[in-house]
């Protein structure tokens, strides 16, 4: 398999305003990321999850270290290309979906490809082709408030996936679905892994994380352990989650290799 996202000793250190004070929210981070994989991040708040993600989406630089994308090194990217790299390469799926209230289903979904100038005629055909994948078909002509917590997330993953981007990024995307809701979502997130959808997944849900292919545990900024589903059902990678998160709580175990 060759590999899409890499990280080399990326370090992030945040300079608050109005004191001296430094945080070094990551430290010496290095992982590659597969096509095809599904990758889980798991972290206590406050361990720079959300840091390692902005980064990634290039919605901030690292201080130190380099984050490829393909052949592309993100920091590298000019400013004023940015919006158009993520829109072209990634796709986001959030905790609150981050819908527009005042656009239909079809019109949410497609945003992206309005923005990226795609003309109308391929809009429609891509929006039809995705919508029904997600099972939103019949939902194109209704507003987000008409829709239940798990169709707006199937709408939000139809709008991500609709630019048929390499990367799929999700920040906890099940943190704000009841629990069968939930498992739907995981589902459907193994499915297109399935048929080949690169996943990078923060979360805070062991059983979300259980889904992945692979799971990065990060402590204070830096990668604190890796588990490798090999030919473990969900259930069984599970435990081991639960195992590594107990130590990483308790301040045992040992730190990724
Ligand atoms: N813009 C910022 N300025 C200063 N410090 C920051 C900034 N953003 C994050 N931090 C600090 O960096 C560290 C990592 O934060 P980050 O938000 O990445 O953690 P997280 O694992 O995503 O947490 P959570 O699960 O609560 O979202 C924390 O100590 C946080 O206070």
Known sequence: MSTLLELNQVAKTYHTRFSANTVNALRDVSFEVDRGDYVAIMGESGSGKSTLLNLIATLDKPTAGTIKLGDQELSRIPER???????????F????????????????????LVLNRVSVGKIEQRVNAIAPQLGIDTMLAKYPYELSGGQQQR???????VTEPELLLADE????????TADEMLKLFASLNANGQTILMVTHSAVAASHAKRVLF????????????????????????????????????????
Do not use: C, W
């Open 81 to 91: 290309r940015a919006a158009k790299f993520r829109r072209e390469h990634l796709g």
């Open 93 to 112: 799926v959030f905790q609150d979906f981050n819908l527009l209230d005042t656009f239909n289903v079809f019109d949410n979904i497609a945003l992206p």
């Open 155 to 161: 709408v939000a993953a139809a709008r991500a996936l």
């Open 173 to 180: 995307p099940t943190g704000a679905l009841d629990s069968r």
């Open 218 to 257: 990060i402590r204070d900024g830096r990668i604190f352990h890796q588990l490798y589903r090999g030919d473990l059902d969900n259930d069984g990678l599970l435990e081991k989650i639960s195992d590594t998160m107990t130590a990483m709580l308790t301040g045992n175990g040992q730190e990724a290799e």
